[in-house]
């Protein structure tokens, strides 16, 4: 706000003249019951002095009044984040040998950092990781590849059950 009163003022000092010297309207003087001369203030400076009231008054209502999202009254505790964190085992012995994790969106048909969560290796001490999906709504699958191409891999599916307190995939 400071700022804007200061570019303001500058801009009006600038368009009347910045002051003495540049205006050809002389102060005029009147004496007040005391005898003493005063001045009386030029129409140019208490215009100045309107505008710069308007202005902010202006501002200040546009700022109590607005529309779209300015009208929008949230309370302070709401932090407006959709991120899911949910904790991810793969129980031990799972997998006998040594093998691959992909944890990606359900509808993925190629595992790519664009569409999954996790990569990672995997043995037969299992796996405990938490993941931050970026809304309740995602569905996801693990598939287990394993480094032989004899083996199948293993494919598991997970949603959201909004009855739990915190998210839980447990992969036995």
Same mark, same amino acid.
Request: hydrophobic share 35%; glycine share 6%.
């Given at each position: ?55 902010? /008054?202006?501002?200040?209502e546009e700022s109590?009044s607005g529309e ?19 904790? %991810? ?24 950092? /664009? ?13 405990? %990781? ?21 083996? /199948? ?20």
């Amino acid at each position: 706000m400071n700022k804007l009163t200061v570019t303001l003022i500058t801009l009006l000092l600038t368009a009347c003249g910045g002051g003495s010297g540049g205006s050809d309207e002389q102060p005029t003087s009147s004496t007040n019951s005391t005898g003493q001369n005063v001045q009386a203030q030029s129409a140019s400076t208490s215009d100045t002095q309107v505008q710069t009231n308007t202005t902010q /008054e202006q501002a200040a209502e546009e700022s109590t009044s607005g529309e779209g999202m300015e009208a929008v009254v949230v309370d302070e505790s709401f932090d407006f984040s959709t991120d899911v964190p949910v904790s %991810v085992s793969v129980g031990p012995d799972v997998v006998s040998s040594r093998a691959f994790i992909n944890i990606c969106q359900q509808e993925a048909t190629l595992t790519s950092d /664009e569409n999954c969560f996790l990569r990672a290796p995997i043995d037969s001490n299992g796996l405990t %990781v938490d993941i931050l999906l970026p809304h309740s709504e995602q569905k996801l699958k693990a598939e287990i590849w394993y480094y032989s191409t004899s083996i /199948e891999p293993l494919v598991f599916t997970w949603e959201f059950d909004g009855s739990l307190d915190s998210q839980q995939w447990i992969i036995n």
